[in-house]
């Protein structure tokens, strides 16, 4: 079973717009952490946001907000006032305990294209 | 500048040939990652350390292996290339805070021919 669903495989949003990303996921352990990760056509992966399972607020970076609804399992990413800049895949990970350590579990991400 | 370095940035190999693929960080991390982005696919975990002098199997270790030459840099080879290792190769080291994840290096373009 997928652990974490993008179900937006292609999103197209005027440029100004505010966007809305989907991610939902699935797991059984109380203590997880939620990123998003924004990849433009150059190919480098660039962390954008956190959402630990714990956190009582959701998390803001700048124009980038995360809607968590834990009772929901989602953790949607937001960004407000979207310019052309922000065309690119967006990821959605969980953090999983793993022995001693722990490992991201991907989705599928989100192409995002802003129109001028 | 400080992150994660990878090289090289592309390779074409012939089905059969080997090759190993270098990542350094500067950034004292202790865990050190390599995955792999296929199209339509989310990262899968290839192998990782945790540790200098430690790693372990991920999700889709079959085909790899790994050495963590020192705390900064961790090698991924492939022996004997297949043409399903065609893919896009990230190597990534963690903060000891868990709340920024991962860094990555700007990745590997490899073709198996």
């Known amino acids: 079973a997928q652990k974490i669903t993008q179900t937006q495989p292609g999103m197209f949003v005027q440029e100004k717009e505010a966007v809305t990303l989907d991610c939902t996921y699935d797991?059984?352990?109380?203590?997880?952490?939620l990123f998003w990760y924004k990849q433009p056509s150059s190919g480098e992966m660039i962390f954008l946001i956190y959402?630990?399972?714990?956190d009582q607020q959701n998390a803001t970076e700048g124009r980038y907000s995360l809607n968590f609804q834990k009772a929901r399992k989602s953790a949607n990413l937001v960004i407000s006032a979207s310019q052309l800049g922000d065309s690119a895949m967006y990821f959605c990970?969980?953090?999983?305990?793993?022995?001693?350590?722990?490992?991201?579990?991907w989705g599928a991400g989100t192409k995002l294209i802003i129109k001028p | 500048n400080a992150g994660v370095t990878q090289t090289p940035k592309f390779q074409v190999l012939k089905t059969g040939q080997s090759m190993t693929l270098q990542c350094a960080q500067d950034?004292?991390?202790?865990?050190m990652y390599w995955y792999r982005q296929d199209p339509g696919m989310g990262l899968r975990l290839i192998y990782y350390?945790?540790?200098?002098?430690?790693?372990d199997k991920g999700e889709v270790p079959n085909g790899y292996n790994v050495s963590r030459l020192n705390k900064r840099e961790f090698s991924l080879r492939l022996e004997s290339a297949a043409p399903s290792q065609t893919s896009v190769y990230f190597c990534?080291?963690?903060?000891?805070?868990?709340?920024?994840?991962?860094?990555f290096g700007s990745g590997t373009r490899l073709t198996v021919v």
């Open positions: 950034m004292n991390h202790n865990s």
């Open positions: 990970a969980m953090r999983e305990p793993m022995d001693s350590n722990y490992q991201l579990i």
């Open positions: 797991t059984s352990d109380p203590s997880y952490g």
């Open positions: 959402q630990g399972s714990y």
């Open positions: 350390s945790a540790s200098e002098g430690t790693t």
């Open positions: 990534a080291s963690r903060e000891k805070d868990l709340n920024y994840g991962y860094t």
